[in-house]
Structures are given as C-alpha cells and as structure tokens.
C-alpha cells in the first residue's frame, strides 16, 4: 500500500459527545435527562447532528416542540430577575416588584448586591446557563 492509499484509508475522525450527559449523542435518549439537558443541547450545539438523530428516531416533534419552547432566547429582564430571586427565597414578596423597580430605578445592580447579601446567591438565568454550557463545549 502506498502512502497516498494509507493516508486516504485513515481519515481522522473526531467523536461528539454530549456537552450535557458526557454519553454519544446516540446514546443521550435512553438516560434520565434527555428532555431536561440532553435534547436542549443537541438543538443549540449540534443541529445538523439532532436532526439526522431525530430522522433515525422517528418523529419525536411533540418532545422538541416542548422542549424548544423552554430554551430562552435572551436573558431575563431586571423585573424577571427580581421575580426569580423572590420566588426563590421570598415568594410573599413578588408582588411587591413592580414597586422596588421603581423605587430602585437606575439602581438595580445595588439593589442586587444587597439582595445577594442578605438572603444569597442569585438564581441562575437559564439563558446564561445554556451560553455557559457551550463555552465549555467550545473550549473542549
């Protein structure tokens, strides 16, 4: 065999694997997450590879519908964060928002800190969470 034949028949090929579950995207379906982590993923990272995936599957559009509806296109809005941090740790108080964003307009970031301080971290923004997830995959 000559080295051109060689080279030819040894063509590198790179896996995928799941930025959510870690498994072959193949695979992601039959584990526990694959609505909740692994289908999201496949969408946002992977979209020539999901819909050949879904092709072999068979029609699953009801499932990617539903999950494609739960993947934010932007981040939340101050008022949206404010709700998220109430729910989360004060849920008696969101309906009090509308008064603390005006209270504290052009002041919310403090408005934040001090909220961080005094009941802890602030809830994630899925939005971020998704960006987060293919920063890592990238850097892979």
């Known amino acids: 065999m000559t ?12 896996p995928i694997y ?14 526990p997450d694959f ?3 692994c289908l999201p993923w496949l969408i946002k990272n992977e979209p020539e590879l999901h819909i050949l995936l879904k092709e072999k599957r068979g029609n699953d559009d009801a499932r990617v519908a539903q999950v494609e509806a739960t993947i934010p296109t932007e981040p939340w809005t101050t008022e949206e964060r404010l709700v998220a941090f109430y729910k989360e740790y004060m849920p008696e108080k969101v309906d009090g928002v509308p008064a603390l964003l005006e209270k504290y307009a ?11 301080k005094k009941y802890g971290p602030e809830p994630e923004d899925p939005f971020y969470a ?11």
Do not use: I, W
Not at 23 to 31: D, F, I, L, N, S
């Open 3 to 14: 080295e051109e034949e060689t080279t030819s028949v040894l063509k590198r090929v790179v």
């Open 18 to 31: 799941c930025g959510a579950c870690g498994m072959p995207p193949e695979y992601c379906e039959y584990g």
């Open 35 to 37: 609505e909740s982590h």
């Open 106 to 116: 052009g002041k919310e970031e403090k408005l934040f800190e001090a909220l961080v």
């Open 130 to 140: 998704n960006n987060e997830e293919q920063d890592v995959t990238d850097e892979v």
